[in-house]
């Protein structure tokens, strides 16, 4: 995806009803990690206003280069992969809430190499230069002597797995409560590292406010995924991945947020190297809630336990 493309899809409109915005210091964000984005693993809960529709767009790219030896386990990981998602929420009544999301991914060279060898720097984080590995700025490949290895060695244009949720929502004083249900439905034979083209389901419990006097709207969310045939390292697959979430925003001043929020999930696989293992990703961001209607959020994710997932994500959403 060319730099132009990205930015003229982050003005896709987000139409969110202004009762909504105590929900959205949720980030609509996953593991960005190839390995991990391939499966149905869920996004943050859904939300909309009762009998509303909803309809949220973001546009992110993320940048990665590392290298591992474990044995008879190697993988190479040098990429910058760009995605721009759409997200249809549906509420029916008070209770019952739906939502649909589907994107389009590129793997390629991009455009953050220099600008995060800076950005390293600055903050005095290490192993951030690029260009160690020598390799082409678009090959992650693996293998492991013993099961069908993973190459990528191409730019890649591709459209990602079909994520399907439904969940049941209590209120509560100042909360509520979601039961909810994810269905990953494959898409495209582009990758495995796009589509591993099971069919995953997941189950979970989210508790988050409503109270719209807060300044400091939170939300946490338990589950597990119950993966399906996958074809990305399938002698190596776990069966069960548990997973949670937790986020917090404050409100600088009316209509101004801030927030963070905390994801993690169990190893996808049986590996000994680290970006295989279960991971941890940390998302802040800040958001301005305009009277007349629209939000503009952006923000920037860092992996929480380092080399265990995406190096850095920027993600930049706008609604309407």
């Keep these: 995806m060319h730099v132009s493309a990205l930015l003229a899809c982050i003005c896709v409109p987000s139409f969110v009803h202004a009762a909504d915005q105590i929900s959205t210091s949720w980030q609509p964000y996953r593991d960005a990690n190839p390995f991990v984005a391939a499966s149905g693993l869920p996004f943050v809960p ?8 909803r309809v949220d767009a973001i546009a992110s790219a993320s940048n990665t280069e590392l290298a591992f030896d474990r044995d008879a386990e190697h993988l ?4 910058e992969i760009h995605e721009i998602r759409v997200f249809v929420t549906r509420a029916f009544g008070e209770h019952w809430i739906a939502r649909a999301t ?5 793997f390629g060279n991009g455009f953050l190499d220099s600008f995060l060898e800076d950005y390293h720097r600055a903050f005095g984080f290490s192993a951030g230069d690029r260009g ?4 082409d700025g678009h090959t992650i490949a693996y293998s492991d002597g013993r099961g069908p290895g993973v190459l990528l060695d191409r730019t890649l244009h591709a459209v990602t797995p079909a994520l399907l949720d439904v969940a049941y929502r209590r209120s509560d004083e100042g909360h509520e409560w979601l039961y909810g249900a994810t269905l990953k439905l494959p898409t495209s034979n582009a990758s495995p590292l796009v589509d591993d083209r099971a069919v995953d389901v997941s189950g979970w419990v989210a508790v988050q ?3 719209p006097l807060s300044r400091v709207p939170w939300g946490a969310r338990v589950g597990v995924m119950q993966r399906g045939n996958s074809r990305l390292l399938s002698d190596r697959v776990n069966d069960t991945v548990p997973f949670a979430d937790a986020k917090v925003g404050f409100s600088l001043l009316p209509g101004w947020e801030v927030a963070a929020q905390l994801q993690w999930h169990s190893a996808l696989y049986e590996s000994d190297i680290p970006f295989l293992q279960s991971a941890a990703t940390l998302a802040v961001s800040s958001a301005w809630h305009a009277r007349t209607g629209w939000t503009l959020r952006a923000g920037l994710v860092e992996d929480a336990v380092p080399r265990h997932s995406q190096d850095v994500t920027f993600f930049v959403g706008l609604s309407l």
């Excluded at 859904?46 to 529709?53: E, K």
């Excluded at 190479?76 to 990429?79: M, R, T």
């Excluded at 160690?132 to 390799?135: A, E, H, V």
């Design 46 to 53: 859904p939300s909309a206003s009762p009998d509303s529709w």
């Design 76 to 79: 190479v990981y040098d990429a």
């Design 209 to 211: 406010s409503t109270d």
């Design 102 to 106: 589907i994107g389009e991914t590129s």
């Design 132 to 135: 160690r590995l020598g390799t």
